[in-house]
């Protein structure tokens, strides 16, 4: 096995003066519409890596979203809404690269704006009285969320240079007929979620171009299908479309074909054999060092059916810090030896709800990273 690298955490206390500072950022002007005045924003001259954006900053931090809060509100599953967010900015790179722009929360659609265009484009509750009207008239939009992509027009000024909007949608409808009573749930048909996502998406590019200031800028829509409630792993985009700056149809969508699979299961069985073999190897390896444990949750992501990331959660009661050390490098080698390097795989070990280490092979690399908490 070869040698591990073990990065500890180490608080430092550094008192003022003892060390240089170092100037880690640039102040630009962001330059807004005529009504509202130009103001100094900051950028990081530092990035974590090409395949992230460059955030917007003001004096008080990043800049929030004037829609915040809307989202959770909307929204009751975590994971979906991690995958709302992260996959709408993994989506907009095709059309805004990480290398030209920089990202900015939502600042256009304010959260009055957002909760009424979901209330105005699903049935009116109150016309709703029997459960077969719950069941014909399914409440299928949730959220609408908007990313802002700004670019540097001249030296040390930036300004609004693309949207990236992403409506999600319920696969399933869950209802009431009456306080207190049985909950219902009435699935969703794929037809029914894409006729709703794009009457939805000519609605808000409607919004958007009502905006003198947003008339040529350019707008990504994606349709996001949320999982059924309770669900381990998250939903997936569905389709998406890109129109230019000037443009107010929404147009010539395409298919996104992704996947969230949780493994064990019959699903990643039936869908991806061999992986889930691999996957079931590696927890025998595992129960051989520790064969009293039973926790392990894997989510695999799929694109075009070719894994593309995979991240294992190891659940395990540990007594020293030397066994976490050792149960660690005995991990680091079952992922060198198991695992090859056409997709990034992440492995957590925790104990008592409290992370241990994090073992990190990025797709492409010969040798995983490590930490030890």
Same mark, same amino acid.
């Given at each position: 096995?070869?040698?591990? %690298?073990?990065?500890?955490?180490?608080?430092?206390?550094?008192?003022?003066?003892?060390?240089?500072?170092?100037?880690?950022?640039?102040?630009?002007?962001?330059?807004?519409?005529?009504?509202?005045?130009?103001?100094?924003?900051?950028? @990081?001259? %530092?990035?974590?890596?090409?395949?992230? =954006?460059?955030?917007?900053?003001?004096?008080?931090?990043?800049?929030?979203?004037?829609?915040?809060?809307?989202?959770?509100?909307?929204?009751?599953?975590?994971?979906?809404?991690?995958?709302?967010?992260?996959?709408? #900015?993994? %989506?907009?790179?095709?059309?805004?690269?990480?290398?030209?722009?920089?990202?900015?929360?939502?600042?256009?659609?304010?959260?009055?704006?957002?909760?009424?265009?979901?209330?105005?484009?699903?049935?009116?509750?109150?016309?709703?009285?029997?459960? &077969?009207?719950?069941?014909?008239?399914?409440?299928?939009?949730? %959220?609408?969320?908007?990313?802002?992509?700004?670019?540097?027009?001249?030296?040390?000024?930036?300004?609004?240079?693309?949207?990236? *909007?992403?409506?999600?949608?319920?696969?399933?409808?869950?209802? #009431?007929?009456? *306080?207190?009573?049985?909950?219902?749930?009435?699935? !969703?048909?794929?037809?029914?979620?894409?006729?709703?996502?794009?009457?939805?998406?000519?609605?808000?590019?409607?919004? *958007?171009?009502?905006?003198?200031?947003? #008339?040529?800028? @350019?707008?990504?829509?994606?349709?996001?299908?949320?999982?059924?409630?309770?669900?381990?792993?998250?939903?997936?985009? !569905?389709?998406?479309?890109? !129109?230019?700056?000037?443009?107010?149809?929404?147009?010539?969508?395409?298919?996104?074909?992704?996947?969230?699979?949780?493994?064990?299961?019959?699903?990643?069985?039936?869908?991806?054999?061999?992986?889930?073999?691999?996957?079931?190897?590696?927890?025998?390896?595992?129960s051989k060092y520790f064969p009293n444990f039973v926790g392990f949750v894997g989510e695999g992501f799929y694109?075009?059916?070719?894994?593309? &990331?995979?991240?294992?959660?190891?659940?395990?009661?540990?007594?020293?810090?030397?066994? !976490?050390?050792?149960?660690? #490098?005995?991990?680091?080698?079952?992922?060198?030896?198991?695992?090859?390097?056409? =997709?990034?795989?992440?492995?957590?070990?925790?104990?008592?709800?409290?992370?241990?280490s994090l073992i990190v092979k990025k797709r492409g690399e &010969?040798?995983?990273?490590?930490?030890?908490?």
């Amino acid at each position: 096995m070869r040698k591990l %690298h073990v990065l500890w955490m180490i608080t430092l206390l550094v008192l003022s003066g003892c060390i240089p500072v170092y100037d880690n950022e640039e102040e630009i002007v962001q330059e807004n519409s005529k009504e509202d005045k130009n103001e100094t924003a900051i950028v @990081p001259r %530092h990035n974590i890596s090409e395949e992230h =954006y460059k955030t917007i900053l003001t004096e008080d931090g990043p800049k929030k979203a004037k829609a915040r809060g809307a989202l959770t509100r909307q929204i009751s599953n975590r994971l979906d809404i991690d995958a709302l967010e992260t996959g709408l #900015q993994r %989506h907009s790179k095709e059309f805004f690269d990480p290398e030209s722009y920089y990202f900015q929360a939502g600042q256009y659609l304010d959260k009055n704006t957002v909760l009424s265009l979901i209330d105005g484009l699903n049935p009116n509750r109150d016309k709703l009285e029997k459960e &077969e009207d719950y069941r014909e008239n399914p409440r299928v939009l949730s %959220h609408i969320l908007e990313q802002n992509y700004l670019k540097e027009e001249k030296e040390g000024v930036v300004k609004i240079a693309g949207i990236s *909007i992403g409506i999600a949608l319920k696969s399933t409808y869950s209802f #009431q007929t009456e *306080i207190g009573g049985p909950t219902y749930d009435e699935e !969703v048909s794929d037809k029914e979620i894409l006729a709703v996502g794009q009457k939805t998406a000519d609605r808000v590019l409607k919004e *958007i171009r009502s905006n003198e200031a947003l #008339q040529n800028v @350019p707008v990504m829509i994606a349709l996001y299908r949320e999982e059924k409630s309770g669900s381990a792993v998250p939903g997936d985009f !569905v389709k998406k479309t890109y !129109v230019k700056g000037g443009s107010a149809t929404a147009s010539g969508w395409k298919d996104i074909n992704e996947d969230y699979i949780l493994f064990p299961s019959s699903e990643a069985e039936e869908k991806h054999f061999e992986d889930s073999q691999l996957i079931g190897e590696f927890r025998n390896e595992v129960s051989k060092y520790f064969p009293n444990f039973v926790g392990f949750v894997g989510e695999g992501f799929y694109v075009e059916d070719k894994l593309r &990331e995979i991240s294992i959660e190891i659940p395990i009661q540990f007594y020293s810090k030397t066994e !976490v050390i050792g149960f660690t #490098q005995y991990v680091y080698g079952l992922v060198m030896e198991m695992f090859n390097k056409g =997709y990034t795989i992440e492995v957590k070990i925790h104990s008592n709800n409290k992370p241990e280490s994090l073992i990190v092979k990025k797709r492409g690399e &010969e040798e995983p990273s490590v930490h030890i908490y």
